[in-house]
């Protein structure tokens, strides 16, 4: 088991910090205030349930300035591993997004998470990404991933295309390195379908990750004998967009 | 149960039957819905204005919602709300509006009330910071009048001869080149254009896409089938069309409008033309001007029509580095001005038909197929270098008319026909 760094008070601070910004932000003539509300049949983030596989509601806000700044916040009802009720999962962002005369946009920002009950698991993030069409990539580092005190490196690659009858594809795969602990490292991938109808966001996905030496999904993180495990789960997602 | 989790569930509860959400969603529906029940054009004394609102580039969100398309961005609605507020403030009614990612800003339609005053609503708007920037909806028309082996025309095509069109097959035949012909509707299926159209794309609202004679016209002179056996051939019969319908037959002309032509030319961007013919004429226009500029430095070569009722031959063809054709039948409009076959020319027709049409719009056609044919032979020369190395280079001797096979030689040093000038550009020697 890995050792928990002492609370990191300061983390939370920033993750509020991010989210004040953005609602400080929203006030403003020119911003665009966007987000959505709703639920998911499970809260699996980069591979692993952070809501101990339970469904889970959530909130996200997004504000968007008219030079390329952003910022915005989400709340989730999740529950860790090693909690026995929900608790709120905060996370704060914020960052700058640029498109450039060929098409491709660049953005690059940070982002915190707070685990409400569980402060241990605080940690922040820096990011840079690229977009192009309906392709997207992005490149997280994290000097203490879940306060488990590793250091990683998560790249994603997402795309979508149009589906008839207003549905549309989407897929993602990540790879999260530990450059630590490189039993932790993982790989994750999600395919699904969605369909936006006035309003509202249906999805439906498949989600698999390929765990090494994790003896959970739940957002355990123990290490068992080195072993590579993939698991799967068909997750069901509606949200009111506003 | 936790303050935090309880008002989580607050906030989706209240969130799922927010007003403001509810409005939102309606705002989007009938912004879905309006462009179905606009017509192509205002009611009369009805103007239309263009209302911009900055449109973010993609970016990190938590909720994760990353589009399958342009259209389907996560932060629509939020410009939805802003519009339709906009709308409401000035008296307007919002009809659509159409994201042109090019630009940064997602482009609304608003109809005026009875009445109004455009310049002062577009005056308050250029002081409003929601507001990226806003104009007016102009017209425009296009450039050109219609009339009623291998290819049995071919001898009567007024390119054939001169620009050694047989020879210069045997070089280039413009393949695989896509060359977006922004017009009114094109008839894929005509026997002479069976294949050649690669995209088709309607953005004449309240309209179907239709086969129209400018546009068919047009796509003859490019790109018409050779050694068919029937009707013409085209200057680059093997390249790709794409067929993009952004004017309309009305009182015996072709009409189009800043708005059409915008959402043509945003498709024409993002669908990786090489040429763009816009064989039309109008008056200056912001939201068009930027969106040629960003073709061309894409590198995408741009080919306008002179209207010579015009002092300054009318946009585009007035815009710096755009490709300026006139009938060569017609005074040389200024030094920078190509000249081109534009009298009594045949090309394709709807109805599986063939006739003899005249104008600069036939005359902007040929050099698209010029340039299709050049970018073949030369896939990485940009639209700049192109125009530098055609127009610009040409020199103070006026240009009565293209030498094509000459021109060919000058820029990619390639030609398969008796070539009057033997020497070659500097482009011709660049990789």
Excluded at chain 2, 88 to 93: K, L, T
Excluded at chain 2, 292 to 319: E, K, L, M, N, T
Excluded at chain 2, 348 to 362: F, I, K, Q
Aim: positive net charge; proline residues 5%.
């Amino acid at each position: 088991m890995f050792l928990r760094m002492p609370q990191p008070f300061h983390r939370q601070a920033c993750t509020f910090a991010l989210i004040g910004l953005a609602c400080a932000a929203a006030t403003a003539a020119q911003a665009q205030v966007s987000g959505s509300a709703g639920l998911v049949s499970d809260y699996l983030y980069r591979g692993i349930s952070l809501s101990s596989g339970k469904p889970a509601a959530r909130l996200s806000l997004d504000v968007d300035g008219a030079h390329g700044w952003f910022a915005g916040g989400q709340v989730v009802s999740g529950q860790l591993a090693s909690q026995s009720h929900r608790n709120a999962q905060w996370l704060g962002y914020g960052g700058y997004a640029q498109r450039l005369p060929s098409g491709m946009s660049w953005e690059a920002g940070m982002s915190a998470y707070a685990f409400h009950g569980a402060p241990g698991w605080n940690f922040r993030e820096a990011f840079v990404g690229l977009a192009f069409d309906n392709y997207s990539a992005r490149l997280h580092y994290s000097p203490d991933y879940l306060g488990f005190g590793d250091r990683t490196v998560y790249a994603e690659l997402n795309g979508g295309a149009a589906l008839p009858a207003g549905w549309r594809f989407f897929w993602r795969g990540g790879f999260l390195a530990a450059l630590n602990h490189a039993i932790n490292s993982r790989a994750e991938a999600r395919i699904g379908v969605a369909r936006a109808v006035e309003g509202w966001q249906l999805q439906l996905s498949l989600d698999a990750a390929r765990l090494r030496g994790q003896g959970g999904s739940s957002g355990s993180y123990e290490a068992s004998p080195a072993s590579s495990k993939v698991r799967s789960k068909t997750v069901l997602g509606l949200a009111r967009s506003f | 149960m936790k303050p935090g989790l309880l008002l989580v569930l607050w906030l989706v509860a209240a969130l799922a039957g927010w007003p403001g959400a509810q409005a939102a969603a309606q705002a989007a529906s009938r912004a879905a819905t309006e462009p179905a029940k606009a017509a192509a054009q205002p009611a009369a004394g009805a103007a239309e204005i263009l209302v911009m609102l900055h449109l973010p580039a993609p970016h990190f969100r938590a909720d994760g919602y990353s589009g399958a398309s342009y259209r389907d961005d996560a932060g629509r609605q939020a410009r939805q709300r802003i519009a339709e507020t906009l709308a409401r403030e000035h008296g307007m009614r919002l009809m659509e509006d159409w994201p042109m990612p090019a630009l940064n800003v997602d482009c609304f339609r608003m109809r005026l009330a009875a009445g109004q005053d455009p310049a002062a609503i577009l005056a308050a708007l250029s002081r409003d910071g929601r507001v990226a920037w806003a104009q007016a909806i102009q017209d425009f028309n296009a450039q050109g009048g219609t009339g009623a082996a291998g290819d049995p025309l071919y001898r009567v095509q007024p390119a054939a001869a001169p620009w050694q069109l047989a020879q210069l097959r045997k070089a280039a035949t413009g393949r695989k080149v896509l060359v977006a012909v922004i017009d009114s509707g094109v008839e894929a299926g005509h026997p002479d254009l069976a294949g050649q159209v690669a995209l088709q794309e309607n953005f004449v609202d309240g309209q179907s896409y239709v086969a129209e004679e400018h546009g068919t016209a047009v796509a003859g002179v490019i790109a018409a089938r050779a050694d068919n056996g029937i009707g013409i051939a085209g200057i680059a019969p093997e390249a790709r069309l794409m067929a993009l319908r952004a004017c309309w037959q009305a009182d015996g002309g072709t009409r189009c409008n800043s708005f059409t032509l915008a959402k043509a030319l945003n498709f024409a961007l993002l669908h990786n033309a090489q040429v763009i013919n816009l064989s039309l004429s109008g008056p200056q226009d912001r939201l068009l001007q930027q969106l040629v500029g960003v073709a061309q430095a894409r590198g995408i070569s741009v080919v306008g029509a002179i209207d010579p009722a015009r002092s300054d031959g009318g946009f585009p063809a007035s815009s710096p580095g755009v490709f300026a054709v006139a009938a060569d039948d017609a005074p040389r409009h200024n030094a920078q001005c190509l000249q081109a076959p534009g009298r009594d020319v045949p090309t394709t027709m709807p109805g599986a038909r063939w006739g003899m049409v005249s104008g600069s719009s036939y005359a902007a056609a040929h050099v698209s197929g010029m340039l299709a044919l050049i970018g073949e032979l030369k896939p990485q020369l940009s639209g700049e270098r192109l125009h530098e190395g055609i127009v610009r280079s040409s020199g103070p001797a006026p240009l009565t008319g293209i030498d094509l096979c000459a021109t060919i030689m000058r820029i990619t040093g390639k030609c398969s026909c008796a070539c009057p000038n033997p020497s070659t550009d500097k482009l011709a020697r660049s990789p």
